[in-house]
């Protein structure tokens, strides 16, 4: 029994003939692999697919777009149907919201809570640990084929969301999923291979300054780090390989709340946010900054003099943490 909003969803795909679907800036694995197996299953359904975001593939990611779907369509494209994928709000699809504007149907499928609910259909399921979760079940839903390479986009989605299975969004039907997705062919030594094990020299270098300028507060509770402009220069490495580093200092043991401010422009920073503890929801964090996530993950650019947004950004995680009861 298909629920209603799917059956709805596959409704206004069936009588769409063009589709875009679109994701986020800065994509991560859930949102690439998310769009690029969608978008694979809707050609082999026989549409006319556009996969588009504001941001390239990251280099570590590319193994899941040989033919480069993802790229910009030609200017002033209308579009039967628009499907956002792992995207919690317009905004943070950057300009590519600027430009789908022409279309008849636009679908929203997320799994973050904070989802502002902006489609004509929203498909928000916030208790699945991935996008790639909702994607699968979509493609199921269709009887569309899940062959080899869809596989591997979508467990690329369900891993690296899951943190490789290790975070507490990870339920029984994640590793249920999972375990089909390599039924059907997902190479699973590639893709650990390519999204754990396989790193540029640079992001080395970075993480060099990560361990050199990380700092504890809050009795050791908070853990947190700046990259600037000039780190980036210094060590030859992209934004996109700022990806997973706030796991290093997340591993501490006495650590609950870790901390990644990030230099966007002079007075606008870029906020990641990770707890470890049920008590401690830094989705509501983020919220106060207008931002959002997940209990687990979140994030928000804020905007204001660096040292102010370290002072507001630290002083609410503190509030966050009272509610934190340590064993």
Known sequence: MKPRIVQRILEGIRDSKSVCVVGHVRPDGDCIGSQLGLTLALEAAGKEVVCWNQDPVPDKLRFLDPRRLVRAPEPGCEFDCVIATDCASLERMGTVAEHIGRRKLFINIDHHASNT???DLDWVSPRQAS???L?????????WPLNRRIADCLFTAVSTDTGSFQYASTQPSTFQIASHLVEQGADLARVCHEVYQSYPL???RLLKCVYNKFRLTHSNRTAYFWLKKGDYLRTGAKPADSEG???????IDEVVVACVFEEMEPELTRVSLRSKSDEVDVNAVAGLFGGGGHRAAAGARVPGRPLAVQRRVLAAVREALKNFRSE
């Open 117 to 119: 609910r902006y489609g």
């Open 202 to 204: 640079s992001r080395m």
């Open 135 to 143: 994607i699968y079940q979509l493609i199921k839903a269709a009887k």
């Open 245 to 251: 580093l706030i796991d290093h200092i997340r591993a």
């Open 131 to 133: 996008t790639g979760e």
